[in-house]
């Protein structure tokens, strides 16, 4: 059983309200993802979210002709799963766990409906998943600046 208390030692909840911790918890479960084990695929319903306490996770898409590719891993502490709170509630890449993942997994259609019903949670997780993908933007714009100059030198 998930508590209140395990929420708020994770650095994705600090500082949320004690009430919407407790809310939170009745859509949780500790889960166990054996390595190698697909979390989701790409263009599959988005129904979950994890929370990262142990392990890795690798986040995939596919390439046309040359099949996946990893785009990033994350570990302890991540968040590892957006897809479900934005329409049209499909995973927009795939994610497998590169070794024994200990995870915090959320129901996200339960998460959706308490959402729904107290707006300031709904604000409050929207807030919060938002600066995830901003965050994750930011990673991946880093890594294709360092690549890029080699690129745009062969471009002119």
């Known amino acids: 059983m998930v508590t209140a208390v395990d929420l708020a030692r994770e650095p994705f ?7 919407d911790l407790s809310r939170l918890a009745k859509a949780a479960r500790h889960s166990e ?6 979390m989701f695929a790409e263009a599959a319903p988005a129904e979950r979210f994890w929370l990262v306490r142990d ?20 570990g302890p502490g991540s968040v ?28 996200g259609r ?8 107290d707006p300031s949670l709904g604000y409050e997780l929207t807030r919060r998943f938002a600066e995830q993908v901003v965050g994750r933007l ?19």
Do not use: K, N, Y
Not at 110 to 117: C, E, K, N, Q
Not at 143 to 154: D, V
């Open 55 to 74: 392990g890795i996770v690798a986040v995939d898409m596919l390439v046309p002709g040359s099949g996946t590719l990893v785009i990033d891993t994350f």
């Open 138 to 156: 930011e990673a991946t714009q880093a890594r294709l600046a360092r690549t890029a100059p080699e690129t745009l030198g062969q471009a002119g």
């Open 80 to 107: 590892v799963g957006w897809s479900w709170l934005f329409r049209p509630h499909r995973w927009r890449f795939g994610a497998v766990a590169s070794t024994p993942v200990l995870a915090i997994e959320f129901d």
């Open 33 to 38: 993802v054996p390595a190698g084990r697909r």
């Open 13 to 19: 909840f600090e500082g949320m309200r004690t009430l």
């Open 110 to 117: 339960l998460v959706r409906t308490l959402s729904a019903v």
